[in-house]
């Protein structure tokens, strides 16, 4: 185990509020940001786009995608001008996606009354504010294992993490991350039915090899790192970042 700095991006989505200043210190839980929320929309335009040819239809993709169109704006088609039109007439409103295989315009609004609280995955320093993320640093204890399956995710453990019976395994566990010493299929897909965020694990018996597609991530710990997690777990509840695709995990005290 080695006492590390470690830094964690939290990217926004456009429009966001920041609602932190760099060297704010902030908890796990807290509320960092507010995002508004995006919708997709559609206008039918398969009447004539159905006519083009495929060079046509991809010219007219590249040359519309990421623009942000208002209703009753001439949008300009430039290179990609249809039988001789050089603007469409916008009948939504947000940016464009793309025109999809049936002919749909497809748009991405922006909602300034629905919005989403963005939340600090854990107990960290603010060190980087911009519109476009929030750079957080922080100290934990890395510890190192093999990712048995590949994903990176954040989430609590304390004592009633640690099970032994899969009769236990319920929905006090969703958000947490699972720790049982020998993990099989029927494990795996209890956990991902419960909405456990990840597990740890000293040994795995797979048979299904499908399992490996639910989604969550296995980290599988050696004898010393297990008795290391679970004396530091049983002395007080833990944030843990359980990252399977560089074969570790950092824990951070709650």
Request: glycine letters at 8%.
């Amino acid at each position: 185990m080695v006492r590390v700095k470690a830094r964690w991006v939290i990217e926004l989505p456009q429009h966001s509020k920041v609602k932190v200043k760099k060297g704010e210190v902030v908890d796990r839980g807290d509320v960092v940001a507010v995002g508004e929320t995006n919708q997709k929309t559609k206008a039918d335009w398969s009447g004539w786009f159905g006519q083009l040819d495929d060079v046509q239809k991809e010219t007219l993709r590249g040359v519309l995608a990421g623009r942000d169109i208002k209703i009753g704006e001439k949008i300009d088609l430039g290179e990609a001008k249809i039988f001789g039109v050089k603007n469409l007439s916008a009948e939504i409103e947000g940016k464009i996606e793309t025109i999809d295989e049936f002919g749909n315009l497809i748009v991405v609004q922006t909602s300034g009354e629905k919005q989403s609280e963005i939340t600090c995955p854990v107990k960290a320093k603010v060190d980087v504010v911009t519109s476009e993320k929030i750079e957080l640093v922080f100290t934990a204890n890395k510890i190192e294992g093999q990712g048995l399956t590949s994903g990176r995710v954040w989430g609590v453990m304390d004592k009633e993490c640690w099970l032994r019976k899969i009769t236990d395994l319920g929905s006090r566990l969703t958000g947490k991350v699972l720790a049982v010493e020998t993990l099989d299929d029927l494990w795996l897909i209890k956990a991902a039915v419960v909405g456990v965020a990840a597990v740890v694990t000293k040994e795995w018996v797979m048979e299904d090899e499908e399992s490996v597609e639910l989604g969550i991530p296995v980290l599988k710990l050696g004898k010393k790192e297990w008795a290391w997690l679970k004396d530091e777990i049983d002395n007080k509840e833990q944030t843990i970042l359980v990252n399977s695709e560089l074969n570790r995990a950092l824990v951070v005290k709650s």
